[in-house]
Structures are given as structure tokens and as C-alpha cells.
């Protein structure tokens, strides 16, 4: 799916099921929110916090997914509401940082033979 049809589907969920937009700052507060609640997770899973019981790895993987699609979609809704293509937002940022960045990182020592996958 491409990022304008899917700016165009949360535009068209948001007014079949959510009535309407919140306004910008709730929605920039939600988007807080769900930052949090993915962070929150990725502390348990991958830092040094724990889960209060096991969770199988499937599961994990699983619950980052949700919470990052949530993430996006909060972000969706700020786009269509301060009507911001992303499509083309995105294009041009990506354009900054190679410009920006095009050799600042394979320089970086601290990144040598660093796979962080």
C-alpha cells in the first residue's frame, strides 16, 4: 500500500468510526502515549526491565507491531489534519539525511563491524 492510500484510509476510518479528528494537541498527546507504550516495551523486552511474567517472543513481536502501527497511525491523523502528504514529506527527508549523512555514519568508528540486528 502506498503512504497516500493509507493517509486516505485513516482519513475515511476517522470519519465512518471516530466521528472526527481530536484536535492536534490531543492527537499530539496520543501520539506521546503510544511512543510510551511502545517504549515501554521495547525497555522490557530488549533493556533491563523485565515483564512481570514470560512472554514468548512471538508474542513480543507481535505487541511492538501493534504498538508501532498505533504510532503511525496517530501520526496519519496529524498529517490529514494539518494536511501534510507524507508521501512527499517523507522523499524529501530521506533526501536530507543522505545529503547530510552520506559519509558521517560509514565514518563513524563507533559503527565499525557494529550489527545491531
Sequence with gaps: ???SEWQSK???WIKEY???YFDVMTNTLLLNEEVGELSRLVARAYGEQ???QEIPKQEIKKRLADEMSD???VVSCLANQLEIDLTKSLKENLEKKTKRDSTRHIQNPKLAGNDSK
Design 1 to 3: 500500500m502506498e503512504i
Design 71 to 73: 504510532v503511525i497511525f
Design 50 to 52: 523485565s515483564f512481570k
Design 18 to 20: 471516530g466521528v472526527r
Design 10 to 12: 485513516v482519513d475515511s
